[in-house]
Nanobody, 110 residues
Framework: QLQASGGGLVQPGESLSLSCAVSGFTSANYWIYWIRQAPGKGPEWVSTMNPTGGSTYYGDSVKGRFTISKDNAKNTLYLIMNNLKPEDTAIYYC?????WGQGTLVTVSS
């Protein structure tokens, strides 16, 4: 299973770091994804990393501001979010190997 954490309320321009602790399987063997869903909207793909960690991909709305990473030793995934905007407000989900975390809420508001 995956357990996401790190969400909260921040002001525009601030940063947050999301974590996703993986248990029951080794995330190093899988593509990892962060997906978000804003209130009243459908899911939006945010970022992806390949199993080796050598390739990362980002949605246009977060490119240059968000960074995906992982620590294989800790079996933990991360999403570093900088220069947050109100439109980044959403529940953020991590997923790997067909497993989904429960999501963590990020609210960006002044």
């Amino acid at each position: 299973q995956l357990q996401a954490s790190g969400g909260g309320l921040v002001q525009p321009g601030e940063s947050l770091s999301l974590s996703c602790a993986v248990s029951g399987f080794t995330s190093a063997n899988y593509w990892i994804y962060w997906i978000r869903q804003a209130p009243g909207k459908g899911p939006e793909w945010v970022s992806t990393m390949n199993p080796t960690g050598g390739s990362t991909y980002y949605g246009d709305s977060v490119k240059g501001r968000f960074t995906i990473s992982k620590d294989n030793a800790k079996n933990t995934l991360y999403l570093i979010m900088n220069n947050l905007k109100p439109e980044d407000t959403a529940i953020y989900y991590c997923t790997a190997g067909g497993h989904w975390g429960q999501g963590t809420l990020v609210t960006v508001s002044s």
